[in-house]
């Protein structure tokens, strides 16, 4: 499956953590991701839709990719 173009679609950019967040997802588990804001999103797949949703109280931690947001009028 194609989960970056799945996040972009989702209004999120892969900065690091690819592979990470394809073998995270890939069997089933959720991923926290951060922006450079700070802002943590759970990233996981739902009846075959990948869902990003803020992730407000969880801590950054080890297992994390880094996203920047996509701005849907321009290109990235």
């Known amino acids: ?14 900065v690091s953590g690819h592979r990470r967040l394809q073998a995270a997802l890939g069997i ?3 991923v926290l991701a951060s922006d ?3 802002e943590i ?3 996981a ?13 969880e801590q ?3 297992a994390m990719v ?3 947001r996509v701005n849907p009028g321009k290109p990235s």
């Open 66 to 68: 880094t996203v920047a």
């Open 28 to 30: 089933g588990h959720p």
């Open 45 to 57: 797949m739902v009846d075959g839709r990948m869902t990003v949703t803020p992730a407000s109280g």
């Open 60 to 62: 950054s931690g080890g």
């Open 1 to 14: 499956m194609d989960y970056e173009t799945l996040i972009e679609q989702a209004g999120f950019h892969i």
């Open 41 to 43: 999103f759970r990233v």
């Open 36 to 38: 450079g804001t700070g």
